[in-house]
Nanobody
Framework: QVQLVESGGGLVQFGGSLRLSCEASGSGIRAYDMGWYRQAPGKERELVTSISRRGRTNYADSVKGRFSMSRDNAKNTVDLQMNSLKPEDTAVYYC???????????WGQGTQVTVSS
């Protein structure tokens, strides 16, 4: 099993930056595809970005060029650097780990990001 804890959320002004971190414990993340999701009030949870166990990244169109995800398998962490933030980026951001077995699907508790206009 993997336990995930996000940190780094907060309130930021339009155009500002935040860096989210997700720390894993219980099992190393080397064998997991990692992702960041977000859920805004009244909306469904959506994939923001993911990074495969081989390091290949994927970004939602809405964040391309502004967000950057990285992973450090040695430290069991994944980070999300968010630049040029917009009010529409306001949401609870969740870290996710998906293993090779379908039951290996783990979530953090989420961290709130609020972007003021």
């Amino acid at each position: 099993q993997v336990q995930l804890v996000e940190s780094g959320g907060g309130l930021v002004q339009f155009g500002g930056s935040l860096r989210l971190s997700c720390e894993a414990s219980g099992s190393g993340i080397r064998a997991y595809d990692m992702g960041w999701y977000r859920q805004a009030p009244g909306k469904e949870r959506e994939l923001v970005t993911s990074i495969s166990r081989r390091g290949r990244t994927n970004y939602a169109d809405s964040v391309k060029g502004r967000f950057s995800m990285s992973r450090d398998n040695a430290k069991n962490t994944v980070d999300l650097q968010m630049n040029s933030l917009k009010p529409e980026d306001t949401a609870v951001y969740y870290c996710n780990a998906k293993g090779p077995i379908i039951e290996q699907d783990y979530w953090g508790q989420g961290t709130q990001v609020t972007v003021s206009s």
